[in-house]
């Protein structure tokens, strides 16, 4: 029985770090494990004339069922309409929109693939949840095919605002597609504002006095579920990676020095240049924290098939190499960037001993490693985390962590140096204070809230159908 059906493009893989799959494989990985569920996706693979077979096996207690994708899917769903077009519109970088009505039919064919995939293993007590922006349409084929199942959408990053939204020639649809879901979460609230207001502009939905969305007589209810993490997995894994030989040779590497620390995937929306600049006016400007910081970027290639991202790449070679070469000494490295990913212990254990997280994004829907960087701290000598204004943790977490400005390279700057210098007493109290808003919404709280209210959402609309 599948009482619970997921679906995302990319499924987790085992051996990659948290910085290397993204907040949802490790948000939807925790939320599963504790339910009898299945998750669908993309295996990963292209391949010229896939077969259609669904491979099913079971990996860390879920239940997975995969399936290849051709080349001219992968380059016109995934490569084209969801990363040249989606992600850059809903990361308000509309100037990185590469557009094609090929690609729109695409994205429209690979929908279709998921919603029948999705048909071979629904049976009548199944509940359907998609995630994220490469499957917007699937709840849409999924009823137009007659399934009658409650329907879930998450949203992982953010939504555009109408002015931006309207730059896509197919805005209305992408609306309608929406409104097929009973439940549809975002990350935060301007997330939602956004949403609503494009809805109203755009498709002429109704909102009612409660918040739900009335298209042509179906009402659907959109709300905010910020997604969170598992804090104790998060805390052992970093105990753990702290005292592993991983740990213990970084540990021995720093020589005392404090460590500031970036985890992301390679992508222009993590602010990763700015945020080296910001470095590289940190030492110019504090000439006492020559020799005495380090910083590491972990940050894995990633879409390497997107122009952009392979840009960026250069970009972020060429300013390490300006900025060890400007300062560096003969026994000290300030800048080790690496291009490469590290399993999840050791990424969480290098958090553990990083005195500052530096995460810095030019916008993000949530960025989960900063929940994780809290969770995996030393309660006695936690570390101090700098956050973008502009990454949707930063809601929930304002009062806790350093708050910055990505833009403003100075006073990133200066933010970093405030952490750093930051006294024992004052990093205990905002650890304490982003502690207690985790332990009020944690991954557990996250996936049943969202559940509870698409069963009650389903339910209503059941009712409605029946009167
Ligand atoms: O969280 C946003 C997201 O796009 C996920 O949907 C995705 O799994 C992750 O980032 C990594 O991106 P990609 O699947 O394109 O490698």
């Not at 702290?242 to 590497?253: A, I, N, V, Y």
């Not at 190499?321 to 800048?335: I, K, Q, S, T």
């Not at 001993?353 to 900063?370: C, E, F, K, W, Y």
Request: hydrophobic letters at 35%; glycine letters at 8%; proline letters at 4%.
């Amino acid at each position: 029985m599948n009482s619970l059906i997921v679906a995302s493009n990319r499924v987790p893989s085992p051996d990659k770090g948290s910085g290397s799959q993204g907040g949802l494989a490790v948000g939807v990985m925790n939320a599963l494990s504790r339910t009898d569920g299945l998750w669908l996706g993309w295996n990963g693979n292209t391949e010229e004339a896939p077969s259609r077979v669904i491979d099913h096996y079971d990996f860390d207690g879920v239940r997975f069922a995969t399936f290849p994708m051709s080349i001219e899917e992968h380059r016109l769903f995934y490569i084209g309409y969801s990363n040249e077009v989606l992600w850059p519109l809903f990361h308000y970088r509309p100037d990185m929109i590469e557009y094609n009505r090929e690609k729109e039919r695409g994205y429209l064919a690979v929908n279709q693939l998921f919603a029948d995939n999705i048909r071979t293993v629904v049976n009548e007590d199944s509940r359907i949840w998609i995630h994220d922006y490469q499957l917007m349409a699937v709840g849409h084929l999924l009823r137009q095919s007659g399934v009658e199942a409650p329907l879930g959408f998450f949203l992982h990053t953010p939504f555009p605002p109408w002015d931006l939204l309207r730059i896509l020639p197919e805005y209305e649809n992408l609306l309608h597609y929406m409104s097929a879901y009973d439940t549809i979460g975002f990350q935060t609230d301007l997330d939602l504002y956004n949403f609503r207001d494009c809805m109203k502009r755009g498709i002429g939905a109704e909102v009612e006095e409660d918040g739900t969305l009335v298209v042509d007589g179906r009402r659907s209810r959109a709300d905010v579920y910020p997604i969170s993490i598992d804090i104790e997995t998060a805390r052992e894994m970093a105990e753990q990676g702290e005292h592993s030989p991983t740990g213990q040779r970084l540990k021995r590497s720093l020589n005392n020095r404090p460590l500031m620390i970036g985890t992301d995937r390679l992508d222009y929306s993590k602010g990763l240049y700015k945020r080296f600049q910001a470095y590289e006016r940190l030492l110019e400007r504090f000439e006492e924290r020559r020799g005495n910081v380090i910083y590491i970027q972990i940050s894995p290639s990633s879409r390497t098939d997107v122009e952009e991202y392979a840009a960026l790449r250069t970009t972020l070679e060429r300013v390490t190499g300006h900025v060890n070469g400007r300062f560096a000494e003969y026994d000290w490295m300030p800048l080790r960037y690496l291009n490469r990913g590290y399993d999840r212990a050791s990424i969480m254990g290098f958090l553990r001993q990083s005195r500052v997280a530096l995460i810095t994004p030019l916008r993000d829907g949530m960025n989960l490693v900063a929940k994780e960087f809290i969770a995996a701290q030393d309660p006695e000598d936690p570390g101090v985390l700098v956050l973008s204004h502009l990454a949707g943790a930063s809601r929930e977490l304002a009062d806790g962590a350093l708050l910055c400005n990505p833009f403003d390279i100075d006073g990133v700057a200066e933010v970093m140096e405030r952490a750093l210098s930051m006294p024992l007493e004052e990093r205990r109290a905002r650890w304490q204070s982003m502690m207690t808003v985790l332990r009020n919404n944690d991954i557990h709280q996250w996936s049943e809230s969202f559940l509870a209210a698409l069963d009650h959402n389903a339910g209503r609309r059941r009712d409605g159908q029946q009167q």
